[in-house]
C-alpha cells in the first residue's frame, strides 16, 4: 500500500547481525547503525533531492550525517530512551529493545533540526537536553467505555496485537488487573 502512495519505497537488507543486547551498561547512539544504510543514503542523497528526512527513532539519527545541507532533519524520537533501563529495572521488567544514557541520546538529538517527542513530558525533558526545537505530537485517542453488556452475550472479549517484549507483557498484565477490577 506504501509503494502506491509514495513516490519511492526501498528496503534496505541487514548487512550484519541485530545486536539485541550489550554488556555495557548503557547502548552507545549507533550500536544498532548498519552502514549498509549510509552506503544506500549515499546513492539516494546524490541522486534526489529532499527537502525535509524524518528518522523514527534516536538510534538511527547517524542517518542525519548523510543528509545534505539545506535538507530539514526532523527526529522523531517514539520514546525517551536515556534512563529507560533504570525505568524499567524499578518496575521489575527485563531491559529490552534500545536503552542508553543521556549524553548519546543528546547526540541524536543535536543531530537534528527539529525534535518530534510524543508526550509533553518527554517534550519537557528533550528541551532541558538540547537547544533544537521540541514539538509535541501525542497521540491521538479518544476514551472508549466498554462494558460486558455492550457485547451481545456479556462477555467482552480483547485483541492484543504486539510483540512479547517484557514491556508489553508487563504493561499488558497490568492493564488487565486494573481493567477487570473496573468491570
Keep these: 500500500e506504501m509503494a502506491r502512495q509514495w513516490d519511492f519505497l526501498d528496503s534496505i537488507p541487514p548487512s550484519k547481525p541485530f545486536v ?11 550500536d544498532w547503525w548498519d552502514e549498509a544504510i549510509g552506503h544506500y543514503l549515499r546513492y539516494k542523497f546524490d541522486g534526489q533531492r529532499y527537502d525535509a528526512v524524518v528518522v523514527n527513532y534516536a538510534f538511527f539519527s547517524k542517518v542525519f550525517d548523510y543528509v545534505p545541507e539545506g535538507t530539514m532533519k526532523i527526529l522523531d524520537t517514539h520514546d525517551r530512551l536515556s534512563g529507560r533501563r533504570e525505568m524499567l529495572e524499578a518496575n521489575g521488567v527485563q531491559a529490552e529493545f534500545f ?7 543528546n547526540i541524536a538529538l543535536n543531530r537534528a533540526d527539529v525534535v518530534i517527542a510524543i508526550t509533553s513530558e518527554e517534550a519537557a525533558y528533550f528541551r532541558t537536553q538540547t537547544s533544537r526545537p521540541v514539538i509535541t505530537v501525542g497521540h491521538v485517542a479518544q476514551r472508549v467505555e466498554i462494558t460486558p453488556s455492550a457485547a451481545k452475550d456479556g462477555v467482552v472479549r480483547l485483541g492484543f496485537l504486539g510483540s512479547s517484549n517484557s514491556i508489553n507483557v508487563q504493561n499488558f498484565n497490568r492493564f488487565l488487573a486494573v481493567s477487570y477490577t473496573h468491570l
Design 20 to 30: 539485541y543486547q550489550t554488556d555495557d551498561r548503557h547502548f552507545s547512539i549507533d
Design 99 to 105: 536503552y542508553t544514557s543521556s549524553e548519546q541520546e
